[in-house]
Nanobody, 117 residues
Framework: QVQLVESGGGLVQPGGSLRLSCVAS????????MGWYRQAPGKQRELVAI???????RYADSVKGRFTISRDNAKKMVALQMNSLKPEDKAVYLC???????????WGQGTQVTVSS
């Protein structure tokens, strides 16, 4: 079992920055791929960024060059640094974890990000 707790969301002006964090508990964190998804009202959940257990990263085209995902295995934490935020980045951001060689995804409760002037 893996429990995921996100933090760091909030209200920010366009062009601003936020840093989201997700802390995991309950298992061997280094063996999990970690990711961030987001869901805006009336829209499907979409992938934002993924970091594998080996440290490889992948980003949605809409956030490339603005967002950076990173992990700290010692702290069992994955972070999402979000810069140059746009109103369209407004969504609930959810942390996810998938152990290597499995297909089951664990999800956090999400943290709200609002970008507005």
């Amino acid at each position: 079992q893996v429990q995921l707790v996100e933090s760091g969301g909030g209200l920010v002006q366009p062009g601003g920055s936020l840093r989201l964090s997700c802390v995991a508990s309950g298992s061997i964190f280094s063996m999990y791929a970690m990711g961030w998804y987001r869901q805006a009202p009336g829209k499907q959940r979409e992938l934002v960024a993924i970091i594998t257990s080996g440290g490889s990263t992948r980003y949605a085209d809409s956030v490339k060059g603005r967002f950076t995902i990173s992990r700290d295995n010692a702290k069992k934490m994955v972070a999402l640094q979000m810069n140059s935020l746009k109103p369209e980045d407004k969504a609930v951001y959810l942390c996810t974890a998938r152990r290597d060689y499995t297909t089951y995804d664990y999800w956090g409760q999400g943290t709200q990000v609002t970008v507005s002037s």
